[in-house]
Nanobody, 126 residues
Framework: QVQLVESGGGLVQAGGSLRLSCAAS????????MGWFRQAPGKERAFVAA????????YYADSVKGRFTISRDNAKNTVLLQMNSLKPEDTAVYYC???????????????????WGQGTQVTVSS
């Protein structure tokens, strides 16, 4: 059963912006780290960004640092990913994740029982 639902994906030109949203469905995620991974065709799923429960700590992959901003609204059980200055290489399916495992710098290794959303497509044209 899907417990995280992503929205906000779409088609945008290079240099443009999109905002992705991840909403909890069926349960709350108190104390959980939440964040985003992405997967492009022919490539493995890669870490994008994560945020602690309090919102006081954020983590970003080097490829998106300075362009993407992650935030969360615990009252609404949602996590947002503001994506600016988008590049064609950002094209991928973006997946929301929730887990108790702590991020480490520019990476996040989630547990096998991590929660995942269905994914939302982001396409950036040249």
């Amino acid at each position: 059963q899907v417990q995280l639902v992503e929205s906000g994906g779409g088609l945008v030109q290079a240099g443009g912006s999109l905002r992705l949203s991840c909403a909890a469905s069926g349960r709350t995620f108190s104390g959980y780290v939440m964040g985003w991974f992405r997967q492009a065709p022919g490539k493995e799923r890669a870490f994008v960004a994560a945020i602690s429960w309090s919102g006081g700590s954020t983590y970003y992959a080097d490829s998106v640092k300075g362009r993407f901003t992650i935030s969360r609204d615990n009252a609404k059980n949602t996590v947002l990913l503001q994506m600016n200055s988008l590049k064609p290489e950002d094209t991928a399916v973006y997946y929301c994740a929730a887990d108790l495992a702590p991020p480490n710098g520019n990476s996040w290794r989630v547990h096998e029982n991590a929660r995942w959303g269905q994914g939302t497509q982001v396409t950036v044209s040249s």
